[in-house]
């Protein structure tokens, strides 16, 4: 029964919410029922939820509208699974999602928060600003960073709005939300006792302070830690870029190494080819000189022959001459025996014809044998030279053999198809296996020998293609040990450049492969430090960024500049932290004395986060002694700000940091004129009259604050003098002076002032644009020196 009301209940409320009387109703009477334990606080917050949904505008979108939970307590989803199968909000079916902040960011319209988890309530609203999520908190107390937040009032459950947080999230409340109970929250209010309660912990400052610097010097020590993990870092990676690169050459040096033995084979291969080609031609040239000497001893034995011959004929001839001198006695004494002496003349003339016909023959077989003898010594000379060659062949072959001999490499020579021929004794060091070995552990052929899954492949390709190709694999020695090989396997080529032979010189790259494996585990160590200082570094980043805004919440209001000043102001701090800040502040007029204003431009030592803190403790000194101590005088003002800085420091720590101060005061004479006292401590102040078209500079006392805080009798020097409305006061840090252009070359003092005496009569907007582009041209992309701070002030009337 008890159930049934429930859901005739939430009936009514569906068929009646949207109506402003029931809504008026809801919030009077029915939410107080409610509240009265009709029905659970789970069941009422769930109802406050869909309303919280359904009076929002929300941007498009296509889908289902999706809830998300962040509780350890679930006991409220069960209410809200209820209205996710009955409800609709903007139009689409509502969906429930439990799960952490960071997983429901993405994808959530609205998340709930529980009470378990308000303490982080910061932190969320952080992690979805800017994004169209509402965040629903539950009894959160930290009001500038909720949204909307459950609170109990008398008892009764309600809730708060803060209307500002809402709409930066791009959301717009409806008024009929109001309508439900809910409390607009006062953001001036909430500043306003922020203040009050900064006023009451004053006494708790210097204990802050403190504070503060302990955590500085975390912060300091965590940066240095961070340094010197960045020089490990770089100091490493330095040793892996050389190890790297040592890999990398000696990859390229055993590379070299293996084309040239391979080149050396080959030329081998083919200077035993042309070795087998001229030894064959030499062959067939001495079978030929054979059997030409063969030809030239038959000539010769005819020639003795012939000789023989011509010896028997001379002998004859002498025996016939001796018969002739015979009968030339026997004609003597016989001339009667003249016809005998006539056929003895024709004899005679018969011989001589005789002996003309053998010299003849003589010098012709000497004239053969001649040239025989000279064709025999050319033969013999070229024999001598391709002996010669084949020495030098043989000297070349001796010493590749000795390379492939004595090398580490394993060098295999196999046939075209791939079996075993030879391999050297690098190969048995290596593999442990011999070549009766290798034949009969792992088979003749290199296919079935090799570890390589796809090695079939690799020696179709190097035929095919008859190049040299390069592998790796893994393979088992002898002894069982596996090692890594990388495996040259190159073709060699016959005069018809046909493959056949093959050649595979294998070097251990075991080493190399472990050095890598090194490599990747010191990467992956690497990567772990990397992200760990990239952690840290962000856990930093966001403390200074969140300081940037405590920073900028001490810095003079522009809303209060404008009720008394046409300004422009240029603040470009080098780091996200500033040591530059600007001041501001007014004393009323009193019985006795006129209202008065107070401007200052200030220059803390370093910037950066040191700068920062030194900034925010100088703006709280400048205004307790103007503010609170009612001290007017720019000189005494400065004086008080060194002796209470100085204190300032001192307690905290033995050091001399300070600031440079342009401060001047303003009170109004007549109607567009003004008295102004300038004191400054090392800045300066900048006038361009507008009557004389012309800017006067005042220098201020050369000494810094802080650094004179142990003297007492330390002074500042004053300047006054009467400014109108129409003339243009410039107060500026060394910043802006300190601009480096790509050359090194500072902006300086002379052109600023120049800057200023062209532009102190156009009004201030233009005057901004015309700097900011002069310090942009002058810089380009030159790094920033300093914190840049320049303010400029026209007093109204």
Same mark, same amino acid.
Not at 195 to 201: A, D, M
Not at 614 to 636: D, F, H, Q, W
Not at 693 to 719: A, C, H, N, P
């Given at each position: 029964m008890y159930l049934k009301c429930k859901k005739f209940i939430f009936v009514l409320i569906k068929k009646f919410m949207k109506k402003p009387l029931f809504l008026f109703l809801f919030n009077i009477f029915f939410i107080g029922l409610l509240n009265a334990q009709q029905l659970s606080e789970n069941q009422l917050k769930a109802a406050f939820i869909y309303q919280f949904g359904e009076n929002l505008e929300w941007p498009q979108k296509d889908g289902t509208f999706d809830i998300g939970v962040v509780a350890v307590d679930t006991s409220i989803v069960r209410y809200l699974r209820l209205m996710e199968r009955t409800k609709k909000i903007n139009g689409e079916p509502i969906k429930i999602h439990i799960d952490n902040i960071d997983n429901l960011i993405p994808n959530c319209e609205m998340i709930y928060i529980d009470p378990e988890f308000s303490e982080y309530i910061q932190e969320y609203y952080f992690k979805v600003r800017d994004k169209p999520i509402l965040l629903i908190s539950d009894f959160a107390t930290n009001q500038l960073y909720i949204m909307l937040n459950f609170i109990s009032n008398n008892n009764k459950i309600s809730f708060e709005i803060n209307k500002k947080n809402i709409e930066e999230q791009n959301l717009n409340l409806k008024p009929k939300l109001l309508l439900l109970g809910g409390t607009d929250l006062d953001i001036r209010n909430?500043?306003?006792?922020?203040?009050?309660?900064? !006023?009451?912990?004053?006494?708790?400052?210097?204990?802050?302070?403190?504070?503060?610097?302990?955590?500085?010097?975390?912060?300091?020590? !965590?940066?240095?830690?961070?340094?010197? !993990?960045?020089?490990?870092?770089?100091?490493?990676?330095?040793?892996?870029?050389?190890?790297?690169?040592?890999?990398?050459?000696?990859?390229?040096?055993?590379?070299?190494?293996?084309?040239?033995?391979a080149f050396f084979e080959q030329q081998v291969k083919q200077q035993q080819a042309i070795l087998l080609e001229k030894m064959q031609i030499l062959k067939s040239q001495e079978d030929s000189i054979t059997n030409k000497n063969k030809w030239i001893n038959k000539k010769n034995d005819q020639i003795n022959k012939q000789i023989n011959k011509l010896e028997s004929l001379n002998s004859q001839i002498k025996d016939k001459e001796q018969l002739l001198k015979e009968k030339e006695e026997n004609l003597k004494n016989l001339e009667s025996h003249v016809k005998i002496q006539n056929r003895l003349l024709y004899s005679l003339l018969f011989i001589v014809f005789l002996i003309i016909i053998v010299a003849f023959f003589i010098y012709r077989s000497y004239k053969i044998k001649k040239i025989l003898s000279d064709k025999l010594k050319s033969k013999n000379s070229e024999i001598e030279q391709q002996k010669e060659e084949l020495i030098l062949i043989n000297k070349e072959l001796e010493k590749l053999s000795i390379v492939a001999s004595n090398t580490d490499n394993a060098v295999v020579i196999m046939d075209k198809n791939g079996n075993f021929e030879w391999i050297n004794d690098g190969f048995t060091k290596m593999y442990g296996y011999n070549l009766n070995e290798l034949l009969d552990n792992l088979g003749k052929n290199l296919a079935s020998a090799s570890f390589k899954n796809n090695i079939s492949e690799l020696i179709d390709k190097c035929l095919t293609d008859k190049k040299s190709i390069i592998y790796e694999s893994q393979i088992k020695h002898k002894e069982g040990n596996n090692i890594w090989v990388q495996t040259t396997l190159t073709p060699i080529l016959n005069n018809k450049k046909q493959v056949y032979k093959l050649v595979a010189i294998e070097s251990n790259i075991t080493k190399i492969k472990k050095a890598e494996e090194e490599i990747k585990e010191k990467n992956v160590e690497l990567t772990r430090q990397r992200d760990e200082i990239k952690q840290k570094n962000d856990y930093i980043n966001d403390s200074i960024i969140y300081s940037k805004r405590i920073q900028h919440a001490t810095l003079a209001s522009k809303e209060d500049l404008e009720k008394y000043f046409d300004f422009f102001l240029i603040y470009i701090p080098k780091d996200i932290v500033s040591g530059d800040f600007y001041w501001f502040t007014s004393l009323p007029a009193t019985n006795t004395e006129p209202e008065k204003l107070f401007v200052a431009v200030v220059d803390c030592t370093g910037h950066g986060v040191p700068g920062a803190?030194?900034?925010?403790?100088?703006?709280?000194?400048?205004?307790?002694?103007?503010?609170?101590?009612?001290?007017?005088?720019?000189?005494?003002?400065?004086?008080?700000l060194n002796i209470n800085l100085g204190k300032t420091l001192k307690s905290i720590r033995e050091i001399k940091d300070g600031m440079d101060v342009a401060l001047c005061s303003f009170e109004k004479n007549i109607e567009d004129n003004?008295?102004?006292?300038?004191?400054?401590?090392?800045?300066?102040?900048?006038?361009?009259? !507008?009557? /004389?078209?012309?800017?006067?500079?005042?220098?201020?006392?050369?000494?810094?604050?802080?650094?004179?805080?142990?003297?007492?009798?330390?002074?500042? /020097? /004053?300047?006054?003098?009467?400014?109108?409305?129409?003339?243009?006061?410039?107060?500026?840090?060394?910043?802006?002076?300190?601009?480096?252009?790509?050359?090194?070359?500072?902006?300086?003092?002379?052109?600023?002032?120049?800057?200023?005496?062209?532009?102190?009569?156009?009004?201030?907007? /233009?005057?901004e644009s015309i700097i900011s582009k002069e310090i942009s041209e002058w810089q380009q992309d030159s790094l920033q020196r300093d914190d840049i701070t320049l303010l400029g002030l026209k007093l109204k009337n």
């Open positions: 909430l500043y306003k006792l922020k203040e009050e309660e900064l !006023q009451k912990q004053k006494e708790l400052v210097f204990k802050q302070q403190l504070e503060l610097n302990k955590q500085q010097a975390v912060i300091d020590s !965590q940066l240095i830690a961070i340094k010197s !993990q960045n020089k490990i870092i770089k100091l490493k990676k330095q040793q892996l870029d050389s190890l790297s690169n040592d890999l990398k050459n000696q990859k390229i040096l055993l590379n070299q190494q293996q084309e040239k033995l803190l030194l900034s925010m403790i100088g703006s709280r000194l400048l205004t307790e002694i103007v503010a609170i101590n009612k001290i007017t005088s720019p000189a005494k003002i400065l004086e008080e003004y008295s102004v006292v300038y004191a400054g401590a090392k800045l300066p102040l900048v006038i361009y009259s !507008q009557k /004389e078209k012309e800017v006067k500079r005042f220098r201020g006392t050369r000494k810094s604050i802080g650094q004179y805080y142990l003297t007492k009798d330390v002074s500042f /020097e /004053e300047i006054s003098f009467t400014i109108s409305t129409k003339d243009t006061l410039y107060l500026y840090t060394d910043g802006i002076i300190d601009i480096a252009n790509p050359n090194h070359k500072k902006f300086g003092t002379t052109r600023l002032l120049k800057l200023f005496k062209n532009i102190g009569h156009l009004d201030m907007k /233009e005057q």
